[in-house]
């Protein structure tokens, strides 16, 4: 077996096929003014799905079957309570029957709005802790970084 064989067989064994989807593709002209015989085009990751980014979405593409295949019943998401992230795992999580619990940094204010609004509407409260602060080694991270 060829390795482009190989390495097409290690992706739809470790894939979820249902989340391989396609994007348009734009050719962008006069993008390169000081390469005006460049061929340059943009990728509509956009348009993969409503709730998750197309970088994030490629990243689900193993990461699910791999919790999957775990066994575990449940995800705990660690972010900000406006999130994108949280908000569209924890969707993806949900459609495969995978209970979701979230550990959220406090919004700035009492008012339930965007992605903090969705959220609440697809996981219980009683399984949503919030923080003043998220410690721990990403705030250290961050920290270290003069975040």
Known sequence: MTKSRQLDQLIREKTDPSLIHSSRIHRLDSYLPQLP??????????????????????????????????????????????????????????????????CLKRPGGDELTGNHLFLRMLVDAGKIRYLATISGPRQRLLQSNGR
């Open 37 to 102: 015989n460049a061929d340059c085009y943009i990728k509509r990751e956009d348009e993969l799905n409503p709730a998750v980014v197309g970088g994030k979405w490629r990243k689900y593409l193993s990461l699910l079957p791999a919790i999957a295949r775990s066994g575990a019943d449940e995800a705990i998401l660690i972010g900000s309570a406006h999130s994108n992230n949280v908000m569209g795992l924890a969707q993806l999580l949900i459609q495969r029957g995978i209970g979701v619990s979230a």
